[in-house]
């Protein structure tokens, strides 16, 4: 089921009344949701991601705009009707029900030619906890079950009315990492399983970008990218999704453009072409750093860390902007703990150059 979101706003009035000004939660988000995709909505706390997934699966009302699921309006439709499956961060289940009685509550109250005989609904309830794998566990009480068992009950019971749309509110956030890390491939694999279309709600940049087939960053209720997590990463629009993706962050110095050069601080690092002179942010990824004893780029060493993978060296320049610039080499280069200073040519395919004024991105070509 593709969903089409049509300037879909909400406004809420301040919570502190001597202001009149209204809260703008959601500001005209606009996105077609292809069928069958798993989308990750990303950004900040109080960007506006539950407000906005709360108004797709009806729990709030849009100040304006449109939600269509496939061709049906269901902008005004009540939660129950718009067969919506939903997952929160504190699982939501009943605590005296079974894990059986909690998968089949959504069953309870379907009526006329939908209503199920207690059989039916044990049977899909089984299936549901099976794809889920927590089959075994059906005569338990939530209490009885670890945190990742009990998000699974929860996934299942958004499942067990074979949603037309999954939607997930920070489903993993209650989860030590490596069950996060479990779950979250569990997800992408139930996802998979039933090709139901899922908008999956995460702060963690990380977690959005591996499940997701597409991902929307969010900044202060505004989308501000959407695409295939590898494009946005590499094409970010603005200095704000650059920062955003990416662990360690992007390095970001005070540079400028002079006469067809990129200067960070007075090093001249690469040519660029198209872009007049000014004063501009320069973004360089940690990956975007190439070891060189006559690199152009000199910073201060202050330490080494050995992965085991790769080699991350921090060190310092006058103009990064920021404590320590974090770069990221290959474990077989060869770096001299004991030196004051280590030299960096940078990839141009790893540079990013910003307006200082807007913090858009400037489109040139750099070499
Ligand atoms: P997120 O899920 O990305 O952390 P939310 O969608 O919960 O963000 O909130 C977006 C913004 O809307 C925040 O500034 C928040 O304070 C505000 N907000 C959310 N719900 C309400 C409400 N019921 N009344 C007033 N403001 C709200
Ligand atoms: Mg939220």
């Keep these: 089921m593709k969903v089409v979101l049509e300037n879909l706003t909400k406004r809420y009035p301040n919570r502190n009344r001597k202001i009149k000004e209204e809260v703008t939660a959601v500001d ?120 990742g068992q009990q998000q699974r009950v929860a996934i299942a019971r958004a499942l067990v009315k074979t949603p037309r749309v999954l939607l997930l509110d920070e489903p993993l956030s209650n989860l030590d990492a490596r069950l996060r890390l479990q779950t979250r491939e569990e997800i992408k694999r139930i996802q998979r399983e039933t090709g139901v279309t899922t908008i999956f709600v995460t702060h963690d940049q990380e977690e959005a970008m591996s499940i997701s087939d597409m991902i929307v960053v969010m900044k202060k209720g505004a989308v501000q990218q959407i695409g295939k997590p590898q494009d946005v990463y590499d094409n970010p629009v603005n200095l704000f999704v650059a920062k955003f993706l990416g662990t360690p962050p992007i390095n970001v110095f005070d540079g400028k453009v002079k006469d067809g050069k990129l200067y960070l601080g007075d090093s001249a690092v690469l040519s660029v072409e198209g872009v007049e002179n000014q004063e501009v942010y320069v973004g360089i990824r940690p990956e975007g750093f190439i070891l060189d004893d006559s690199g152009l780029l000199e910073c201060k060493l202050i330490n080494v860390e050995v992965s085991g993978r790769d080699t991350s060296i921090v060190s310092s320049h006058s103009a990064f902007i920021g404590t320590n610039i974090r770069s990221i080499i290959p474990a077989e280069s060869k770096v001299d703990r004991d030196a004051d200073s280590v030299k960096f040519n940078v990839k141009p395919f790893k540079t990013y150059i910003f307006s200082k004024e807007t913090e858009e991105r400037i489109n040139c070509v750099l070499s």
């Design 28 to 147: 005209s988000f606009s996105f077609e949701i292809p069928d069958g995709k798993l989308i990750g909505l990303l950004g900040p706390s109080g960007c506006g991601k539950s407000t906005t997934l709360n108004m797709i699966c009806g729990l709030e009302r849009p100040t304006e705009g449109k939600i269509y699921f496939g061709d049906d309006d269901v902008t005004m439709l009540s939660p129950e009707h718009r067969g919506v499956g939903m997952v929160f961060q504190n699982y939501a289940l009943y605590p005296h029900l079974t894990v059986m009685q909690n998968i089949t509550f959504p069953l309870e109250n379907l009526k006329g030619k939908d209503k199920l005989t207690k059989q039916q609904m044990k049977e899909r309830a089984l299936e549901a906890a099976k794809l889920v794998q927590i089959e075994e566990y059906m005569e338990r009480r939530p209490s009885e079950l670890s945190g």
